[in-house]
């Protein structure tokens, strides 16, 4: 059975930072892009970043660079998402997806960010 299963997620004031995990089980991890992707209310979801099979490439949409740091560990089949000065504009729901094919998505975690 696929799982995605992402945690981290909170209420934050700007500036703060936040560091999601993407906990992966049930497929092979390693052969798998892996991406972030966001979705405010009213809006339609936005791919946030990307990480390659190896970890060797990554991208950012142009809102997030500087800020956000994606990475992976292959050998816990997680991926993550550091998020650093952030901003209320950052505020939704995060979601991981094995980004190969049709991929995998998994339930998402709310980020907040708000004074």
Same mark, same amino acid.
């Given at each position: 059975? @696929? %799982?995605?299963? *992402?945690?981290?997620?909170?209420? @934050?004031?700007? /500036?703060?930072?936040?560091?999601?995990?993407?906990? #992966?089980?049930?497929? #092979?991890?390693?052969?798998?892009?892996?991406?972030?992707?966001?979705? #405010?209310?009213?809006? *339609?979801? !936005?791919?946030? #970043?990307?990480?390659?099979?190896?970890?060797?490439?990554?991208?950012?949409?142009?809102?997030?660079? /500087?800020?956000?740091?994606?990475?992976?560990? $292959?050998?816990?089949?997680?991926?993550?998402? *550091?998020? $650093?000065?952030?901003?209320? !504009?950052?505020?939704?729901?995060?979601?991981?997806?094995?980004?190969?094919? !049709?991929?995998?998505?998994?339930?998402?975690? %709310? @980020?907040?960010?708000?004074?």
């Amino acid at each position: 059975q @696929v %799982q995605l299963v *992402e945690s981290g997620g909170g209420l @934050v004031q700007p /500036g703060g930072s936040l560091r999601l995990s993407c906990a #992966a089980s049930g497929f #092979a991890f390693s052969w798998y892009p892996m991406s972030w992707y966001r979705q #405010a209310p009213g809006k *339609e979801r !936005e791919l946030v #970043a990307t990480i390659s099979i190896f970890g060797s490439t990554t991208n950012y949409v142009d809102s997030v660079k /500087g800020r956000f740091t994606i990475s992976r560990d $292959n050998a816990k089949s997680t991926v993550y998402l *550091e998020m $650093n000065s952030l901003k209320p !504009e950052d505020t939704a729901m995060y979601f991981c997806k094995a980004d190969r094919g !049709e991929g995998y998505w998994g339930q998402g975690t %709310q @980020v907040t960010v708000s004074s």
